[in-house]
Nanobody, 123 residues
Framework: EVQLVESGGGLVQAGGSLRLSCAAS????????IGWFHQAPGKEREGVAC????????HYEDSVKGRFTISGDNAKNTVYLEMNNLKSEDTGVYYC????????????????WGKGTLVTVSS
């Protein structure tokens, strides 16, 4: 059974930092595209960053470029999202998701989803 479990969310002041973790079981992060998605209050879920460790490719949405960094640790089978210089508009639930598709490109449907972790940025 595939499970993705997010952690690391919380309350932070604008300009602060958080590191989110996505611990995977039932799959190897080296074989999948792993993405981080953000759902702001009252809005639809949107992709923000993804990593495909097989070829090392990484994609960031413009809204987070230069502030967020996605990385993976295959020993821990975990993908991280380092978030710096947080803004109030970064508030929301962050989900990680996975898909095994070498032809995948942002933001085609994902196969597996975690339950999310809440990030609240106070201004």
């Amino acid at each position: 059974e595939v499970q993705l479990v997010e952690s690391g969310g919380g309350l932070v002041q604008a300009g602060g930092s958080l590191r989110l973790s996505c611990a995977a079981s039932g799959l190897s992060i080296d074989d999948y595209v792993i993405g981080w998605f953000h759902q702001a209050p009252g809005k639809e879920r949107e992709g923000v960053a993804c990593i495909f460790r097989i070829d090392g490719s990484i994609h960031y949405e413009d809204s987070v470029k230069g502030r967020f960094t996605i990385s993976g640790d295959n020993a821990k089978n975990t993908v991280y999202l380092e978030m710096n210089n947080l803004k109030s508009e970064d508030t929301g639930v962050y989900y990680c998701a996975a898909v095994r598709d070498r032809a995948w490109y942002p933001w085609r449907p994902m196969e597996y989803w975690g339950k999310g972790t809440l990030v609240t940025v106070s201004s």
